[in-house]
């Protein structure tokens, strides 16, 4: 059957928000961008075409792409952008996803507002392992600059510093009533009582960890990065950027009207927040005389590490039998990969506004990633040597305590290098993420492309090799491709190695990946005709 094609046109276009109007970068002149609806298993085509005037690239986040890395869009990893005036067909491969999940822009900060939902329905005629919903509510959480986001990124590299925090959060594009000129075009969603509605949440912010809930109503998360989970109740949720989760909303409450809100979490030592709180309404469309002020949901407070851990940490996927047998076993190669945020020395004649006067940076196992000038997928592909190294290390985990204070200073200054790791086609691959004390405990979202993968144990300060994994979940770990690696603690997470290509990947903090938190993975072809990376789509943007 002919692939079905869908148009996204990127291109600039004007916004008004907090009282004033603003050109931003946008697909198709929306934001958020338009929403993809597929069902699992199908493959589509999207031609991206680039009307603005910066460089672009566009990136299906969690869509494995077996055996495709050509069309997965991490920028001078996977591919050379798509220059003004020119496009790209990407091939979108859905294979094992149902649910939720997203696309958004994977060049310069232009995510900000280059994004939109993907949701992915059971094959046609299957069932939902829950209640049929009422209806679908993509719920987008975001960030909204002032000014324009170039300018922001470029006085964040400059200052060597902390980039300026957002004026506004969203919810699906709109700040929200407690923001001024915001109250008329806040997102009112109507229920109607008795039925349930499937909010596919998405948090597309740069930089934070959200809290969200609805006044009065709890929220049933069934599924997570599009994959069902056990039923699990809750009256709020926390969600990392990148992350996605599937909330069911019962409309069982007194009619009336009620707020929803996300707040951001900041798990950062020292940050003083003034709880900056994102709106939207719940409306009954049931007749009632409405209160004179709605009720909001009671979300934790902004540095309430265990709220949000423990809401990540207790998700479980469902169908047990079937992800027992899945979760690697018999592990290949164990990576310990710490995770740091770090200082540089401030290159003489500038001033850099980090700690000490110094830069701020950010490095795995030590090595602040350098993004190449061409991309890592066509130099491995073609053999062009001296772009990346394939040494990204594994650290041993017991050496030091990396969670107290006073690492010693071969690990408070990273080296600079674009270093891949290579993994044997097929090899069970154990992940052990390390938060160090560096600089400033916080909490990272790390992400995977081209991959899902079992959340296998976390836990607060150093992992130790010998007890640790006796605690394990082999069972029904959650099954994600963005995990929160807690604050000065570990997370363990399982893969085979079964998609052959080269995978991003990285923390989903805007500002920690410009810093260097990422890595490459390289996943070799195997023997068998199905085992190997596809060729190279015609029509590759130009490096
Ligand atoms: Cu959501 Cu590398 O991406
Ligand atoms: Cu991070």
């Known amino acids: 059957?002919?692939?079905?094609?869908?148009?996204?046109?990127?291109k600039e276009a004007s916004y008004k928000r907090l009282c004033e109007e603003k050109r931003i970068l946008t697909v198709n002149g929306k934001f958020p961008g338009p929403t993809l609806k597929v069902h699992r298993g199908e493959t589509i085509v999207v031609d991206v075409f680039n009307r603005g005037k910066y460089n672009i690239t566009i990136h299906w986040h969690g869509v494995r792409q077996p055996r495709n890395p050509w069309t997965d869009g991490p920028e001078y990893i996977t591919q050379c952008p798509i220059q003004p005036g020119s496009s790209f067909s990407q091939k979108v491969i859905f294979s094992k996803e149902e649910g939720t999940l997203w696309w958004h822009a994977h060049s310069g900060w232009f995510r900000t507002t280059v994004h939109g939902a993907i949701i992915i329905y059971p094959k046609p005629g299957a069932p939902y392992p829950f209640t049929n919903p009422h209806a679908d509510v993509p719920i987008i959480l975001?960030?909204?600059?002032?000014?324009?986001?170039?300018?922001?990124?470029?006085?964040?590299?400059?200052?060597?510093?902390?980039?300026?925090?957002?004026?506004?959060?969203?919810i699906n594009g709109q700040p929200g009533?407690?923001?001024?000129?915001?109250?008329?075009?806040m997102l009112k969603l109507e229920v109607k009582h008795g039925q349930t509605y499937l909010l596919r949440i998405i948090n597309a912010a740069l930089n934070e960890i959200l809290f969200f809930g609805v006044a009065k109503h709890?929220?049933?998360?069934?599924g997570a990065d599009a994959c069902y989970t056990k039923p699990f109740t809750t009256p709020y949720i926390a969600i990392a950027p990148g992350q996605t989760m599937d909330c069911l909303l019962n409309a069982d409450q007194q009619p009336d009207?009620?707020?929803?809100?996300?707040?951001?979490y900041l798990s950062g030592a020292g940050v003083d927040f003034d709880h900056t709180t994102t709106t939207a309404m719940v409306h009954y469309a049931d007749p009632y005389w409405p209160s004179p002020s709605p009720?909001?949901?009671?979300?934790?407070?902004?540095?309430?590490?265990?709220?949000?851990?423990?809401?990540?940490?207790?998700?479980r996927s469902l169908n047990s039998q079937w992800h027992s047998v899945l979760v690697p076993k018999v592990i290949t190669e164990r990576i310990f990969t710490t995770i740091s945020v770090n200082t540089l020395p401030c290159p003489a004649n500038e001033t850099c506004e980090g700690p000490d006067g110094r830069r701020l940076a950010a490095s795995l196992n030590n090595i602040s990633f350098v993004t190449p000038h061409i991309d890592v997928l066509e130099a491995y592909f073609y053999q062009i040597s001296g772009v990346f190294g394939q040494r990204f290390p594994s650290f041993p985990p017991t050496v030091f305590n990396y969670t107290a204070d006073g690492l010693p200073v071969e690990l408070q200054i990273p080296r600079k290098g674009t270093q891949a790791r290579v993994l044997r086609f097929n090899s069970n691959i154990e992940m052990v993420f390390q938060g160090t004390n560096l600089v400033a405990g916080i909490d990272h979202p790390m992400h995977l492309h081209g991959f899902s993968f079992y959340v296998v144990g976390w836990g607060f300060g150093n992992f130790d090799a010998q007890k640790d994994p006796l605690n394990y979940n082999l069972d029904d770990p959650q099954l994600r491709n963005t995990i929160i690696v807690p604050k000065n603690g570990w997370a363990a997470i399982r893969f085979k190695a079964d998609n052959p290509g080269v995978w991003f990947m990285h923390c989903h903090f805007e500002r920690h990946m410009t810093w260097g938190m990422e890595t490459v993975f390289i996943v070799r072809s195997g023997r068998g005709p199905t085992q190997r990376v596809l060729p190279p789509p015609p029509d590759m943007p130009p490096c």
Do not use: H
């Not at 059957?1 to 990127?10: H, T, Y």
């Not at 009533?177 to 075009?185: G, H, T, V, W």
């Not at 979300?299 to 990540?312: E, Q, W």
């Open 1 to 10: 059957a002919e692939l079905r094609r869908f148009r996204f046109v990127v």
């Open 218 to 222: 709890s929220l049933t998360v069934v």
């Open 177 to 185: 009533d407690l923001y001024p000129c915001s109250k008329q075009s």
């Open 257 to 264: 009207r009620y707020y929803m809100a996300a707040r951001a």
């Open 142 to 170: 975001g960030e909204w600059w002032k000014e324009d986001i170039v300018k922001i990124r470029q006085d964040f590299l400059e200052s060597g510093g902390q980039p300026r925090d957002s004026d506004a959060y969203t």
């Open 295 to 315: 009720d909001m949901p009671k979300l934790p407070d902004f540095n309430d590490t265990s709220a949000a851990l423990n809401c990540s940490y207790s998700i």
